[in-house]
Nanobody, 122 residues
Framework: QVQLVESEGGLVQAGGSLRLSCAAS????????MGWYRQAPGNQRELVAL???????NYAESVKGRFTISRDNAKNTIYLQMNSLKPSDTAVYTC????????????????WGRGTQVTVSS
């Protein structure tokens, strides 16, 4: 059974930094990509950052230059380094993993973590 272990978020002042991690285990399915999404009250969930197995990354425009996603393939773990945090970054951050299943009819599926609260005070 797939398990995603997310690190705790927290409360940080504006301008501060925080690092999140997410470790996937419990399956032999390969991973296409892993990433972080966030959802603030009243808003839709949005992609924050994503990284593929090969290391390609994709960031939301609002976090470019401030957030960095990295990956340890051997540990199936990703890290999200968040710098220069703003109050607008306040949200529940959720880890996502996209798995690939090798079968007669191959398919991909998503697995989501439970989410962690990140609060940035002004």
């Amino acid at each position: 059974q797939v398990q995603l272990v997310e690190s705790e978020g927290g409360l940080v002042q504006a301008g501060g930094s925080l690092r999140l991690s997410c470790a996937a285990s419990g399956t032999r399915h390969s991973i296409n990509h892993m990433g972080w999404y966030r959802q603030a009250p009243g808003n839709q969930r949005e992609l924050v950052a994503l990284i593929t197995t090969s290391g390609s990354t994709n960031y939301a425009e609002s976090v470019k230059g401030r957030f960095t996603i990295s990956r340890d393939n051997a540990k199936n773990t990703i890290y999200l380094q968040m710098n220069s945090l703003k109050p607008s970054d306040t949200a529940v951050y959720t880890c996502n993993v996209n798995f690939h299943v090798v079968a007669t009819y191959p398919y991909d599926y998503d697995y989501w973590g439970r989410g962690t609260q990140v609060t940035v005070s002004s």
